[in-house]
């Protein structure tokens, strides 16, 4: 029963347009929701979080939004660069709990 | 500023072989999370420990899976005997109690491949 859910596996797009990445989740309960970027042969790395309070965070090219009454979220990467090319995962849990629940991850490709 | 050790980080072994991974977390973190990345299932929670103590082990897949937390800086996840299907690239995170962003600082991860 995934929690989390990243519905697409991969996305491409040209260097300098907008990236959208998204994710749905199916637990009311979550009150806090992150991204990670994973390039090949590293651990995740933390990019950006929200909390479930707010309905957008913004950071530099990178904008995560969430809609509560949807359980969705999604990250806008603008301008998308090269070397943003990598997995992206979403997460979230719950206030208080440090156990993070995960999507599967979005594969994104910046094409030059 | 050193990140989350993990060693080795890669590792070749037989099925019935006994595999220990380690671990040493950002020091003043008090959590410490081990997961494992497969293609199938992602990123999964095998067993996290806060302030040394296992608080969650509920992802940990079987009794041939074990882990320890003897000090704040080291923690070992062993697998006896090992399988095939144990194959996996296992992450070790850490993170700080006193964060209001639920931050995980991961290691570079151990390729686990089992023959």
């Known amino acids: 029963d995934q929690q989390v859910k990243q519905n697409s596996p991969s996305l491409s797009v040209q260097e300098g347009r907008i990236s959208i990445l998204n994710c749905d989740y199916t637990n009311s309960m979550f009150d806090y929701f992150l991204w990670y970027k994973k390039y090949p042969a590293e651990g995740p790395t933390f990019l950006i979080s929200i909390s479930s309070i707010k309905d957008k965070n913004e950071d530099g090219r990178f904008t995560v939004f969430l809609n509560k009454s949807a359980k969705h979220l999604s990250l806008h990467i603008v301008p998308s660069q090269p070397g943003d090319s990598a997995v992206y995962f979403c997460a979230a849990n719950r206030r208080n709990n440090r156990k993070l629940i995960w999507g599967l991850g979005t594969s994104l490709a910046v094409n030059p | 500023d050193a990140g989350v050790i993990q060693s080795p980080r890669h590792e070749v072994t037989e099925m019935g072989q006994e595999v220990t991974l380690r671990c040493k977390p950002i020091s003043g973190h008090n959590s410490l999370f081990w997961y494992r990345q497969t293609m199938m299932r992602g990123l999964e929670l095998l067993i996290y420990f806060n302030n040394n103590v296992p608080i969650d082990d509920s992802g940990m897949p079987e009794d041939r899976f074990s882990a320890k937390m003897p000090n704040a800086s080291f923690s070992t996840l062993k697998i006896q005997p090992s399988e095939p299907r144990d194959s996996a690239v296992y992450f070790c995170?850490?993170?700080?109690?006193?964060?209001?962003?639920?931050?995980?600082?991961f290691g570079p991860g151990t390729r686990l491949t089992v023959l």
């Open positions: 995170a850490s993170s700080s109690d006193g964060t209001l962003k639920n931050e995980q600082f």
